[in-house]
C-alpha cells in the first residue's frame, strides 16, 4: 500500500482528503504543523507529499526544501491557495513536483496522486531500466530481470538499489544511504551496508558500484 503524508492544518479538509485517499487505498499519515511534518519525515519512509503551504510552524515550503537537501526524494504536491508566478516558482524551486489550488476536487487530487506516482521515478516513462546487456530493473517492482527471470532482492538491498537507480553516475554519501536503508527506529551499520553491497555486487556485478573512498558509493550502469 502506498504511503502518504498529508500536512493540512484546516481539520475538516485534514480530516476529508485522509478519509478520501484512505477509501481509495492508500495509507495516509495527516498531520497539522510543519515541525509535526518533519519529525514524520525522518521516522517514516513516504511514496508521495501532499503538503499546505501556510501552515503552523514550519511552512510547506522550507519543509520540503529541507527535506530534499537531506536526500527525501518523494515526489510532492502543494496544496495551495497561492496563485502569482512567483509563490509557485517558489514552490516548484523548493522541490514540488505538482500543486493543486484551494477550493479543489477531491476527484482531481486523485488524479494528481496517481499521476505523479506513475511516473515519480525520475519521470521515465519506460518500465525497465537496462543495467547490462542481460540485466534490467524493473520500475515498477523493484526486481532485477537477469536474462528474463525475476530476481527478488532482499529489503535493505532492494531499497539500495532504487537509490542507485534514482541517482545514476551521481556519489551518494554514505549518510544519504544510511538515512535511506534504515528506518528511524533501526541503528545504521557500516558494516551491514558493506553487506549490502557485496550481495548487490555478487548479482549486477562489481563494476556496477564504485566505492568513493572517504565519500560513498556510485553507480555505472555497463550497458
Same mark, same amino acid.
Given at each position: 500500500? $502506498?504511503?502518504?503524508? +498529508? /500536512? ?6 485534514? !480530516? ?6 484512505? @477509501? %481509495? ?86 488524479? $494528481?496522486?496517481?499521476? +505523479? /506516482? ?6 521515465? !516513462? ?6 547490462? @546487456? %542481460? ?89
Amino acid at each position: 500500500m $502506498r504511503k502518504i503524508l +498529508l /500536512l493540512e492544518d484546516d481539520t475538516n479538509l485534514n !480530516e476529508t482528503v485522509t478519509e478520501f485517499l484512505e @477509501e %481509495n487505498g492508500y495509507e495516509v499519515v495527516a498531520v497539522y504543523d510543519g515541525y509535526e511534518a518533519q519529525e514524520k519525515l525522518y521516522e517514516t519512509k513516504f511514496d508521495l507529499l501532499l503538503l499546505d503551504i501556510n501552515v503552523p510552524g514550519l511552512d510547506g515550503l522550507e519543509l520540503l526544501r529541507q527535506s530534499r537537501q537531506e536526500g527525501i526524494v518523494a515526489p510532492a504536491i502543494f496544496i495551495t491557495s497561492m496563485d502569482s508566478v512567483d509563490d509557485l516558482e517558489r514552490g516548484f524551486e523548493s522541490g514540488c513536483d505538482d500543486y493543486i489550488r484551494k477550493p479543489f476536487a477531491l476527484k482531481e487530487l486523485l488524479i $494528481r496522486v496517481e499521476t +505523479l /506516482l506513475k511516473r515519480s521515478f525520475f519521470h521515465e !516513462e519506460k518500465e525497465m531500466i537496462a543495467i547490462t @546487456e %542481460n540485466i534490467d530493473y524493473d520500475i515498477k517492482t523493484g526486481e532485477l530481470v537477469i536474462d528474463g527471470k525475476s530476481v527478488t532482492l532482499g529489503n535493505k538491498e532492494s531499497r539500495l538499489m532504487k537509490l542507485f537507480m534514482k541517482h545514476k553516475g551521481e556519489v551518494i554519501s554514505h549518510e544519504r544511504i544510511y538515512r535511506h536503508l534504515w528506518d528511524y527506529e533501526e541503528e545504521p551499520s557500516d558494516s551491514a551496508l558493506r553487506t549490502y553491497i557485496k550481495n548487490l555486487r555478487k548479482i549486477i556485478g562489481k563494476e556496477s558500484i564504485v566505492s568513493i573512498k572517504k565519500q560513498g558509493y556510485k553507480f555505472v550502469a555497463q550497458k
